[in-house]
């Protein structure tokens, strides 16, 4: 417990699920801190329009910025030797791509980097995008829709785009793209390294693995999934991997409704008292924001239950304990409903998955207002739209 007889939480990664959750524990009167890399929160998806200055944000407990290097069961070490001790820990660091990814330590260090990448994305003769799951076709739509003349190019390993979703919205995506001159090879391959810096265009040739030759001189965007930021664990929780460096969090359970399944309630497998949110856990659902958003309310109520059961078996001994026994929320993987998956192909087109049903058109698009979706997600972290 820390000094005011509050529990001390520890909420690392101040994103979709870590701003709300710190949010969500300040007010429930738990001693919180926020630590994080980077001084600002991003809307990943639409970056230059979202970064927010931390005086924008809701008081959230302590802010610290600085890097996780390493969680142990009741401290955290940053890289640069600070240790932050703790009662309960929550894992809200997501994922990471390479697309859009910097390195600013700065909200205007970020935004020099926004503009960097458009500058050279304006310059390059073509456009080369890599991969072709929504996250690639969504990018290479808005580039074939606000430059129309400039040559766009879709290097996709599969055969069909997009495949998590149904082959009816791989049809529709491709049949759009090509008709807006983007030129699709799928069961391809660029000959390139991913590591190479992604707003640069390569000096030499761009060639695929089939031999045919893109633009020289083409900026080369990589749109080739995520990896969990998990690495924080490994030093002295790796047995709470698996195999994917996703987070274990579904062995603490709470039964369903008439017993029918169980649900998490995303603790760390053999950890209690750590938790696991967003992208960086294994519940087998969608890795989406607004899901993560969700969390946030589910893992605050849990953290709170625990540290009363704690602070009331720290008054009456094991009777105290037993007397008050946490009552645990459980997380209904995507929030119990079906699957919404929407793609935006440009401004006046998207394709939608909504349960069973696949279809595509402007009404889209107008769903999946970028506008809109950044007011949301500045509700989720307590920010006027």
Known sequence: MGVSGKAKVLVIGAGFAGVPLAIELTSKGLDVTLVDSKPYFEVVFANARTLVEPADLKPHGVFVQGHV?????????????????????????????QFGKGGAATIEERRAELKAQHDALVAAPAVVVVGGGPLGVELVGEVATDMPSKPTFLVHSGDRLM?????????????????HGCKVLLNNRLQLDPASDPASAPAGPLVTAKGEELPRGALVLWATGT??????????LA??????????????????PRGAQVEPTLQVVGHPTLFALGDANNVKEEKLAYLAQAQAPVVAGNIAALAAAKEAAAAGGAAGQAAHPPKLSAWRPGMGLPTIMIVSLGRSYGVAHLAYFTFGGWLVSKIKDINTFISKSRHGVCLAP
């Open 69 to 97: 290097k390493e969680l142990h069961p009741i401290h955290a070490l940053l890289d640069d030797g600070r240790r932050l001790d703790f009662d309960f820990a929550a894992v809200c660091t997501g994922s990471s791509q």
């Open 227 to 236: 990896r969990p930021a998990t690495g924080l664990m490994k030093p002295a």
């Open 163 to 179: 495949p998590s979703l149904p082959p009816r919205a791989s049809r529709l995506a491709l049949s759009w793209l090509k008709g």
């Open 239 to 256: 047995e709470a991997l698996d195999s994917d460096g996703l987070i274990k969090a579904t062995n603490q359970y709470r039964a369903a």
